[in-house]
């Protein structure tokens, strides 16, 4: 089989990343529902603590930090990939990899706490909502974590393929979509929920 | 080790027994004859794994009309038992079972009957009418297929293993929460849906992005047929409202399996919210299931009247304005909900606003006709049954908007007699205008008009005989669901005469049954060519049967009705073809794996078999991520092929 001509590939990345965009909308649609059930389950906290008893903005903001960094170092990759330059390129995905699992890592160790208080998503509607937006946020990442890890593993075994540049492209564009959905419930979760 | 599941889950009453061993003689008599004819090679190569929307879109067809036949058996039990035994003490059917029975009825016609027959003509027809060759993604489209029967498999799984939702078709809690439906029938409906939305997302995208990027050159916006508008608005409708249904089912289920409380009665849950949510994605869906109906009628009545279509601008312009407007007016569906006078008007008016723009598109097709050369065939017959039932029904509409009114007929008789107006009327009867207007085009004969013409005026007569009483009775304070009512009300007489249009319909049914049948029999009688109906739009200008790649060369597109023009214009030349070779997607058996784990998924999650799911899940990732990064998908056709396939297929030198 005859490799496919650059016009072609040119399509092929115009119409994936089209279609990605398109994807992104629906993903944005999906969290404006959580984020709307969230908002108004806000206040029914069922004898159950408020927002302002639980959270904490110190853990949020470090997770905040930490997100934004690997958006930073993600670009970083990105700009290597433009340049061609694998070990580079694979450096800087290492260190968005190291950076999703720790933002993870807090996030979960946040949960773990809420519900070895008793404060599990049984307890409340706003629980409930809580746990639902923030962990579906968190799956997200989860997921791209996965997708960081093949696209390393194919690119140890194939080098820089137009193949490969147009998912990490795709995989860009998704991390810092995760990145504003997360920017969002620092505001309306955490900033908002404590004033409250 | 196997959760919820036991011996009890079998079924106990007569008439799911009956139900399930007539579906399982069915599909073993299907399996035999597969294997007695050794066809299940052909089927697997030339079908199932097949990448070609054309195939596909036969394919979801076919499934279509299966769930047809099953909608329409759950509406006769429904229609005989009110016909039948309602007035008094109840008749063979259980209040339980009825209830089950009009859950699924809802369920079925509406995501697997509608969306399935609008999924299969869009796919067989969009990339034909903007000149492709393809979809943008033939894989992801196969894909979202098999999850559209991996849908369509559990909610008939649900009637052998278990017991479906007895919570309507939308489910609306605090009754479809685990407190008041413990059972799995609930989460059969929720599994079923979640399957068939994500497949139907992705294809809103699919055929977003392939409207967007793969039309012919030269084809602008405004150059694109009606029809690919309309699928325009459609599939924009499906991108923007089945995440909301993903997101309210997820929570939905979350509530029944682990414990939240969304939309509980208890524990600060609100069951108004879901109640908002998935309306906010069923009205949006009511329209994703009109539009394409109306883009086919944009397409019919130009061609058999013989004129362009009157107002083309209009039309993409109301088109436009219905798929926005659709999203402000989910609140229609619950006035009674007492968000105040302010809140209801808002959306009250809002919804008498969405009648312009369809009236437009009535006085548009009108306009069309008038002075054309019309041809009454068949398709231009379902046109005018459309126009009238449809208007009843829009105008039945607009008398439920205004808030007052509605409180006297919410959830009555009236309501259901509305939105089958709309979805029979309008929907089904687009569907088989399309379907008799597109069959020669990809079989090489014509249905037979006179069986056509029957089965017309059965389903319209039928149709009106079974809804009309339906109005009144829902003036007369016949709520919706009853599966029984007492003699003195009176109610008797017009049940049975809404009992006797189903029969009509369902002779209607009879007729295009044997069309069909009849049709395939005298195919060479019927037989007619590319272009039978002297079409304007592209899919008429490549030959028929229509080759794998739809066209040899992509020609430049100049006018609006570019086939028509060619025809009939002598300064416009047929531009000269440039042959060279075509990619074509290779089949691929990843779509129906990902089907199969599907349905794993869902039996997992319904009856709480864990390990059974996680492992389908893994299982489809990992096929995921191994088809994504597959290499070889393609196959070429060369120059050579193509020009015998053209000289086969067109009997002419290319």
Sequence with gaps: MSKPRLLEQKFLDYKTSTGFWLYLMTDCVLFASLFATYIVLHPATAGGPTSGEIFSLPMALTETI???????????????????????????????????????????????????????????????????????HGFHIFIGLLWLLVMVAVLFKKGITLKVKRQLGLFGLFWHFLDLVWVFIFTVVYLMGVAS | ?????????????????????????????????????????????????SLDPKKIGVMYLVVATIMLLRGLADAGMLRAQQAVFAAGDGGPISPDLFQQVFSAHGTIMIFFVAMGALFGIVNLIVPLHIGSRDVAFPLLNSISFWLFVAGMVLINLALAVGEFSTAGWLAYPPLSELQYSPGTGVDYWIWSLQIAGIGSLLSGINFLVTIFTMRRPGMSFMKMPIFVWSVVGCM????????????????????????????????????????????????????????PAFGVFSEIVPVFSKKRLFGYTSMVLALMAITFLSFTVWLHHFFTMGAGANVNAFFGIMTM???????VKVFNWIFTMYRGRVKFATPMLWFMGFVVTFTIGGLTGVLMAVPGIDFQVHNSLFLVAHFHNMIIGGVIFGFFAALTYWWPKF????????????????????????????????????????????????????????????LIILLGVFFQVVQVGYSIWKRRELAVGADPWDGRTLEWSTSTPIAEYNFASLTPVIYRDEFWEQKHRSDVKKPVELIEPIRVPKNTGVGAGIGLLAVIVGFGVIWHIWWLALAALLGSIVIVIVATLKEDTERIIGVDEIVATEKKLRGVKV
């Excluded at chain 1, 890592?105 to 809580?130: C, M, N, R």
């Excluded at chain 2, 606003?353 to 009236?359: E, F, K």
């Design chain 2, 1 to 49: 080790m196997w959760g919820r599941l036991s011996l009890d889950a079998l079924p106990h009453d007569m008439i799911t027994i009956g139900g399930v061993i007539g579906g399982g003689l069915a599909l073993l008599a299907g399996i035999a004859a597969l294997t007695y004819f050794k066809k299940w090679r052909w089927l697997w190569t030339n079908w199932l794994t």
């Design chain 1, 66 to 136: 930490i997100l934004l960094t690997s958006s930073f170092t993600c670009g970083l990759a990105l700009l290597a990939l433009r340049q061609n330059n694998l070990k580079q390129l694979v450096i800087w995905l290492a260190v968005t990899y190291v950076l999703g699992v720790s933002f993870l890592t807090i996030e979960l160790s946040e949960f773990a706490a809420l519900v070895g208080d008793g404060h599990s998503w049984q307890q409340s509607a706003f629980l409930s909502g809580f746990f639902t937006l923030v962990g579906t």
């Design chain 2, 236 to 291: 924009a409708l499906v991108v923007f409202a089945f995440p909301i249904l993903t997101a309210t089912l997820s929570m939905l289920s979350l509530d029944r399996t682990i414990g939240t409380h969304f939309f509980t009665s208890d524990m600060g849950g609100n069951p108004m919210m879901y109640i908002n949510l998935i309306w906010a994605w069923g009205h949006p869906e009511v329209y994703i299931l009109i539009l």
């Design chain 2, 443 to 502: 079989t090489g004969f014509r249905l037979h008009e006179g069986l056509g013409k029957a089965a017309f005026w059965c389903w319209l007569i039928g149709f009106l005989l079974a809804f009309l009483p339906l109005y009144a009775l829902g003036f007369m304070g016949a709520a919706r669901r009853l599966d029984s009512y007492d003699a003195s009300l009176g109610w008797q007489g017009l049940f049975i005469v809404a009992g006797v249009g189903l």
């Design chain 2, 353 to 359: 606003v969405i009648a312009i723009p369809t009236g």
